[in-house]
């Protein structure tokens, strides 16, 4: 059973800060690492990719992958209370089109 | 460019009673289809997936079947609710297996 593994939260920061969400998967073939946004009541929202090893930035966001240690983590910089909302880290399944999501970080940024 | 359309919004249904929700993509051709189910504080689960018209894939054994009638509709089924079957039910799309998902706004079902 491929797995995501995310911490639940939530993950309190002062605005202005950095927050840092973390996710490990198990599937070692993965090639496709994704990161959505979800407000509560509402669908997830695409917000960073990344397929290679190594940082990639767009914004105040930054995706960092490591193929080895089977992690990815997502840096938000500059964190807005607008920024508060459930982080949902997705998988690609080797060899397929699926999407295996973790559990979600949920994210507060206090004013 | 593309978008996709999930309704109903919500929708409270008695236990037993049959469901049909209907998700439509406009704006590409032959996309990759998707039904996820989302219960309360929980996380994101496939249920169904389509490649093409008539391809359906089950992930989860359950009373919920999928069919893909033209190119770009997507519906999810069931003859009747269990009160387990209340979530959040997401359809998404995409056109490449390497891209992300792109998701409708998704029905909040609730079954009683």
């Known amino acids: 059973q491929k797995e995501v593994e995310q911490n639940s939260g939530p993950l309190s920061v002062p605005e202005g800060a950095i927050a840092s969400l973390n996710c490990t998967y198990s599937?070692?073939?993965?090639?496709?690492f994704f990161w959505y946004r979800q407000y509560s009541g509402k669908s997830p929202e695409l917000i960073m990719s990344?397929?290679?090893?190594g940082d990639k930035e767009d914004g105040r966001f930054t995706a960092q992958l490591n193929k080895a240690s089977q992690y990815v983590s997502l840096l938000i910089r500059d964190s807005q209370p607008s920024d508060s909302a459930t982080y949902l880290c997705?998988?690609?399944?080797?060899?397929?089109?699926?999407?295996?999501f973790g559990q979600g970080t949920t994210l507060q940024v206090k004013p | 460019s593309q978008t996709i359309h999930q309704w109903p919004a919500t929708l409270v249904q008695p236990v037993g009673s049959p469901l049909s929700l209907e998700c439509t993509v406009e704006?590409?051709?032959?996309?990759?289809l998707y039904w996820y189910r989302q219960a309360a504080g929980r996380g994101l689960q496939l249920l169904f997936y389509?490649?093409?018209?008539?391809?359906i894939s089950s992930e989860v054994p359950q009373n919920l079947s999928a069919s893909r009638p033209q190119d770009r509709q997507f519906i999810l089924s069931s003859k009747k609710l269990l009160l387990s079957d209340s979530g959040f039910y997401l359809c998404?799309?995409?056109?490449?297996?390497?891209?992300?998902?792109?998701f409708g706004s998704g029905t909040r079902l609730t079954v009683v």
């Open positions: 704006g590409t051709s032959n996309p990759n």
């Open positions: 599937d070692r073939g993965s090639q496709s």
């Open positions: 389509s490649v093409g018209i008539g391809q």
């Open positions: 990344i397929y290679s090893n």
């Open positions: 997705a998988v690609r399944v080797s060899n397929t089109g699926k999407l295996i």
């Open positions: 998404a799309w995409s056109l490449q297996v390497s891209y992300g998902y792109t």
